[in-house]
């Protein structure tokens, strides 16, 4: 009805001059009104559109980024990085344990110039293919070397075997908890699956197989809270000219809590993002294997007391039945290892057969 007295009031006042003032004030307003009405109407429905749109592209575009990251671009094992690392990495390997985990996770600590040594681990006990029917992973911990032309010669030779991990601290001594700590943090954020750990040093003598069957057992459920090695207690060193000094400030109680010797120790992959969220709220000191004991107390978890001497922390000649039945033995030089290992690889049938 009223868009029909609208009409008639626009004739009423094109053919009568003396149509009425108000009726015709009346009439200019309504029209007003109406055009304006049509002009929001028209606006509304294109934003709505355009709104409708955008909605419908960014969910397409979610959706693609979405299966995009998950099918192609991020390994299965990567999770998100809840702990920071202490120093940038400079080689991060985030796609070394991409696919199934590993039972094993070696972690060995090696300076930035010895290509040689780590050229002989490849070849004997840190060989990833030992154990048959076990998954064995190896990483090199480096940090950053004083020479240019040391750091371009790691470059390479992470190219070539993508079993090194470094960060942008300086590869000395009393970093070497730093170097350890990376380690963890790396196996927790980018190999969380792994069973176990093992931390070993670079100039030992190792019996993958004695751990992994007699030890680890991978026929049997899981250890967790699991970490072993050659426990021992000792107290801190006040002499400043020791190599093992450490302050009051630094550490103040006469002696550190038990603690497995840093040359070899194994642990449960479930430890790894624990330790270190514990190591970062704590003052880092140089000795690795004291500082993850002192972790460990804190964080409530006992050591597990090998049942035999299968971690030797000094050197012991070598004997080849007598290794069969060993996980570490101390201070074994590449060329001892090399000439030792073939003998080493028949003991294994001759001595267990």
């Given at each position: 009805?009223?868009?029909v ?8 006042a ?6 009425p003032t ?10 007003m009104?109406?055009s304006i009405t ?12 355009l ?9 397409a575009?979610?959706g ?11 390994p ?11 120093y940038p ?8 344990c991409r ?20 050229d ?20 090199f ?12 010669s ?7 075997f993508?079993?090194?991990?470094q960060q942008?601290f ?13 380690g963890?943090e ?17 100039d ?11 030890i680890?057992?991978p ?8 970490f072993?090695?050659?426990v021992?207690r ?24 038990y603690?497995?010797s840093g040359?070899?120790?194994?642990f ?10 514990e190591?970062?709220?704590?003052t ?11 972790c460990?107390?804190?964080?409530g ?20 039945c ?12 590449p060329?001892e ?5 073939p003998?080493?690889l028949k ?7």
């Amino acid at each position: 009805m009223g868009n029909v007295k609208c009409d008639l009031l626009q004739v009423l006042a094109s053919t009568h001059p003396n149509f009425p003032t108000w009726e015709r004030i009346h009439l200019e307003t309504s029209t007003m009104n109406k055009s304006i009405t049509q002009s929001l109407w028209t606006i509304k429905s294109k934003i709505l559109k355009l709104c409708l749109f955008l909605f419908l592209a960014t969910m397409a575009f979610m959706g693609f980024h979405y299966h995009s990251i998950n099918m192609n671009l991020v390994p299965s094992t990567v999770h998100p990085r809840t702990v920071e690392s202490l120093y940038p990495y400079l080689i991060e390997e985030p796609s070394k344990c991409r696919g199934d985990p590993p039972f094993l996770l070696l972690l060995i600590p090696s300076m930035p110039q010895d290509v040689l040594i780590r050229d002989v681990l490849r070849k004997t006990w840190a060989n990833e293919s030992l154990v048959p029917g076990i998954s064995i992973k190896r990483i090199f911990l480096l940090g950053r070397s004083f020479v240019n032309d040391t750091e371009v010669s790691v470059e390479q030779e992470s190219s070539t075997f993508h079993d090194i991990i470094q960060q942008d601290f300086l590869d000395t001594y009393r970093n070497l908890t730093i170097k350890t700590l990376m380690g963890i943090e790396w196996v927790s954020r980018l190999c969380p699956r792994a069973s176990y750990v093992m931390k070993v040093d670079g100039d030992m003598f190792f019996n993958p197989w004695f751990l992994v069957r007699q030890i680890l057992q991978p026929e049997k459920p899981l250890k967790l809270e699991f970490f072993t090695g050659l426990v021992v207690r000792g107290a801190p060193f006040r002499n400043k000219d020791s190599k093992w000094y450490i302050s009051y400030e630094m550490y103040s109680k006469n002696l550190y809590p038990y603690y497995c010797s840093g040359t070899g120790y194994v642990f449960s992959g479930d430890l790894s993002p624990r330790i270190y969220k514990e190591a970062k709220g704590m003052t880092i000191f140089p000795f690795e294997d004291v500082f993850l004991g002192i972790c460990l107390e804190r964080m409530g978890v006992h050591l597990s007391k090998s049942g035999g001497e299968w971690f030797i922390g000094e050197r012991v000649e070598y004997n080849r039945c007598r290794f069969t039945k060993l996980v570490t033995v101390h201070h074994y030089s590449p060329d001892e290892l090399l000439k030792l290992w073939p003998d080493f690889l028949k003991a294994l049938g001759d001595c267990n057969g």
